[in-house]
């Protein structure tokens, strides 16, 4: 990192569909458990199979406080603030509070879809002989509606409602990048401390991908239309691929600079060694060629001072889609030659904004244990996706290290080193 300095992990929390907390996330992985299942939600063959990963046995009241803010959270806050909470915990905040004003919150989101349920009066409101008015929403949809709805559905909400339970009065930012988001968060949460503006800063992402309101803009995201087995649906550089799997959840990190954690005697799970983004352009329509993956990776890894072979696994995007998967595999194979491949998606699907928290969470677990996951569903190798990756059982890391991938589909790419502890 620039200066010298190690910005190491003192805490960490998930919630997701594969478990609510490190250990249950880490026995998900272990065992090899998918949180993919049927959503048991309405049928319409213009949208997706109604499977995906959802968070289940969350329960906010037993975390958010005050329990009044529940009311302006929709469930991705509460999701976002229960990580958090985990992550200070973990990091031994509440015994030794940090110093407010040095304490900072990062967190990737995007827009927040509303919950249908919600809108459902507005809308009959506004019905005229069958049919819906639009010119009728300003007097008679608004008055339907809850007053502060609004605040449920903003992409800076998580990082506030974090921020204030925490009394985290240093910086504050929200990173809406699409499926880049939380890695970036973790980039620029490590940046600020380098900066010397904040001591610690919780860092992560949230998001849901499993509403119907983003289901109606389904073309957008690619699904998986054709499975007919929730568990075998997320299929990453499988041959069978066709199409991503919606989830939804969070996690979060607390960082701080070694010499802060180890003045507080604080243990350390993990350490950021580097990262990097780039972006290549889509012109014309043209599909993209990796080109901003490959140069992600070539300067997160100069960053931490690694070459290729340091690298005990790679934590790819594996969004589980045609183009997506040879691009970024083609772009791992000419950058990192040989190295393990472990594609969290094939546990939970991809989780939007809230994805590479989580996958991130992951890494941090198989550091920490010296063992690299299995991808699950993954039984034809893929020409194309010319990557190893590990599958059918766990396999020994062969270097403490890490580097953790997330594109997007608009040409962002992000990159992130992390050595064992």
């Known amino acids: 990192m620039s200066g010298g300095s190690q910005i190491v992990i003192t805490g960490m929390g998930a919630v997701s569909p594969i478990g609510i907390g490190n250990e249950a996330l880490w026995t998900s992985l272990r065992e090899g458990r998918s949180g993919v299942s ?32 529940l009311k302006v959270m929709s469930r991705e806050i509460q999701m976002a603030f229960a ?72 992409p800076n909400m998580p990082a506030c409602h974090i921020a204030i339970a925490q009394d985290a009065r240093g910086p504050n930012n929200s990173i809406a990048l699409d499926d880049a988001s939380s890695l970036l968060a973790v980039a620029e949460g490590v940046r600020v401390i380098e900066r010397g503006h904040a001591e610690v800063m919780v860092a992560g992402g949230v998001s849901s991908r499993i509403s119907p309101a983003l289901w109606v803009r389904s073309h957008v995201y690619h699904f998986n239309r054709s499975a007919t087995e929730p568990t075998a649906a997320s299929r990453p550089f499988d041959a069978g691929r066709n199409g991503m799997v919606p989830g939804e959840g969070a996690a979060a990190f607390v960082l701080e600079s070694r010499a802060h954690a180890e003045a507080r005697r604080a243990a350390v799970l ?120 590990v599958a059918g059982a766990g396999q020994p890391s062969r270097r403490p290290t890490a580097l953790l991938l997330n594109h997007t589909a608009y040409g962002q790419a992000a990159a992130v080193v992390l050595g064992a502890a």
């Open 38 to 69: 049927d959503l048991g939600l309405f049928r319409d063959p213009d949208l997706p199979h109604g499977f995906g990963a959802a968070v289940a046995d969350f329960e906010p009241k037993q975390v958010v406080r005050p329990r009044k803010s």
């Open 270 to 389: 993990g350490r950021v060694l580097g990262f990097s983004s780039a972006f290549e352009p889509n012109r014309d329509g043209r599909p993209l060629t990796g080109m901003a993956i490959r140069a992600a990776i070539a300067q997160a890894l100069k960053q931490a001072g690694l070459g290729p072979d340091d690298i005990g696994h790679v934590n790819a995007h594996g969004a589980g889609t045609r183009d997506d998967d040879r691009i970024e595999a083609q772009a791992i194979r000419a950058t990192l030659g040989d190295v393990p491949v472990f594609a969290p998606k094939s546990y939970f699907g991809n989780l939007g904004p809230g994805g590479g928290a989580v996958e991130m969470a992951a890494s941090v677990l198989a550091l920490a244990r010296g063992l690299v996951p299995a991808t699950l569903n993954y039984e034809r190798p893929d020409p194309e996706c010319p990557v190893n990756v």
């Open 83 to 154: 990580a958090a909470d985990l992550a200070c915990r973990q990091a031994g905040h509440e015994a030794t509070p940090f110093d407010p004003d040095r304490m900072g919150v990062l967190f990737g989101a995007e827009p927040i879809p509303c919950d249908l349920d919600e809108l459902v009066g507005a809308f009959r409101a506004c019905m005229v002989s069958g049919q819906f008015d639009f010119r009728q929403w300003g007097t008679k949809a608004l008055p339907e509606m809850f007053p502060l709805w609004m605040l449920k559905y903003l």
